[in-house]
């Protein structure tokens, strides 16, 4: 073996990394990747994998969708970054216009860009501080809304985000969230909301609500639409601002552009990023006008928000699943994935539910015996996804959930090549071979 194939090989470029890279940021699959397109990946032995994580819901169009590339080396040759606090360029504007109207239709919006979900967040809660004058925020149980400290502070996890990075921000007041599955309704989570007004907080105070219309690493688990139009009517009512964390269910996951479109219903803030740069960093909050303009100037920005390349990347994301008829194939891929996973359900004892909206599907991984969750069963079926070829990865309070969240660009043939993978996975998992 020459030094190049020592040096390319997957065990030595693991290694190098243990050695070099702290073992705070986890990686979920013992591999390399070496190149990738749509919903492959191959790692640095030539090895061919299905990706059905996506960059953690960044690949909506697939890795290295061409129209995105080609884009993006346009962008190249004129301008890579600019700064826009420095001087304005067209790509900025025209995916500022882009959203407005994706995001409020009839609504006149605003947008303003960052480079991760967490930034977008964190200015969304700035905004709606300088419009409301009001430091209240409310969020979660198993909400993630970023690693920054704000971030961390609304997320609602304890392990593994929180660990001893304390203290976290304050006037940050926390609610269940909805989940059949576990028997918390949604009008109990309403109730809850009541009691926090009457023994923590009063409504005057508090500036907004976040939330995510579908939780992402807290299970998968969607709000019914009745609680979104019921926090929207509670907000009205008390001039709350509710905000919608968009980051993981935005740009066609859940079979619309946006989550909260399923409720009939109009958020005064949105948070995006994820996909919309197709594997490029960027985020973004859109936002009514008069909301979005209560900082003065000088109080959002960023050194790279909305890098001119990044929104090469976003703008022609945005053609791609016009185009190429994303929403449709979201939903038609979702109604595919969620039939197959429900008769693994009935196969498999060890799968309590099967959840999601559009192609943003996950099962519930429980102890037949008991109906607890299995995080350890969990693991052992992500492992042996992994050794015949499909890479998946876990979420949910305990991490006992297995998500999905292949490109919207799979083909039938791929996602049925991975259902029969994941077949054999929870066969391996639970010993039936």
């Known amino acids: 073996m020459s030094d190049i194939t020592a040096v390319t090989h997957n065990d030595v470029w693991l290694d190098r990394r243990h050695r070099h890279v702290p ?50 080396t346009r962008q190249l040759s004129k301008v890579s970054h600019a700064c826009f606090q420095v001087a304005a360029y067209p790509g900025y504007i025209s995916l500022a216009e882009r959203l407005n109207q994706l995001v409020g239709k009839d609504t006149e919006c605003q947008s303003v860009f960052f480079t991760s979900g967490a930034e977008a967040v964190e200015n969304a809660v700035k905004i709606a501080r300088a419009a409301t004058g009001r430091p209240g925020i409310i969020a979660f149980d198993g909400a993630f809304h970023g690693r920054t400290l704000l971030g961390t502070s609304l997320t609602g996890m304890s392990q593994p985000y929180k660990q001893n990075f304390g203290p976290f921000a304050s006037a940050i007041y926390r609610l269940p969230y909805p989940n059949p599955y576990r028997d918390i309704s949604w009008q109990h989570c309403l109730n809850a909301l009541e009691m926090l007004f009457s023994a923590q907080i009063v409504p005057e105070q508090v500036a907004a609500i976040l939330l995510e219309p579908v939780q992402g690493d807290g299970g998968f688990l969607p709000a019914p639409p009745a609680f979104m139009q019921a926090l929207r009517k509670i907000t009205e009512k008390h001039g709350i601002l509710l ?30 990023a994820k996909s919309l740069g197709g594997g490029l960093p960027i985020s973004g909050v859109t936002g009514r006008t008069e909301i979005m303009n209560a900082p003065l100037p000088g109080g959002l920005g960023g050194t790279y928000g909305g890098n001119a390349l990044a929104c090469a990347a976003a703008l022609a994301v945005l053609d791609v699943i016009e185009q190429e008829d994303l929403l449709a194939r979201s939903l038609r891929l979702g ?42 069963l969990t693991q052992a079926i992500l492992q042996a996804a992994f050794s015949e070829g499909l890479l998946l990865i876990k979420c949910g309070l305990q991490r006992n959930v297995i998500r999905f969240l292949a490109p919207l660009v799979t083909t039938d043939s791929q996602l049925e090549e991975a259902l029969h993978i994941f077949d054999i996975a929870l066969a391996k998992g639970t010993g039936r071979i």
């Open 23 to 72: 073992r705070g940021i986890v990686t979920a699959h013992p591999l390399v990747v070496e190149r990738a397109s749509g919903s492959e990946v191959w790692d640095t032995e030539g090895n061919r994998y299905l990706d059905f994580v996506g960059g953690i819901g960044v690949l909506n169009v697939g890795h290295n969708h061409p129209a995105v590339s080609a884009a993006v």
């Open 243 to 272: 905000i919608c964390d968009e980051v993981q269910t935005g740009f066609g996951r859940t079979g619309k552009m946006f989550a909260f479109e399923h409720a009939d219903i109009m958020p005064d803030l949105v948070t995006v």
């Open 335 to 376: 109604q595919m994935l969620r039939q197959r996973l429900e008769q693994l359900a009935g196969k498999y004892a060890c799968i309590g539910e099967a959840r999601g909206v559009g192609f943003m599907q996950a099962v519930e991984i429980i102890d037949p015996d008991s109906g607890k969750e299995d995080p350890a």
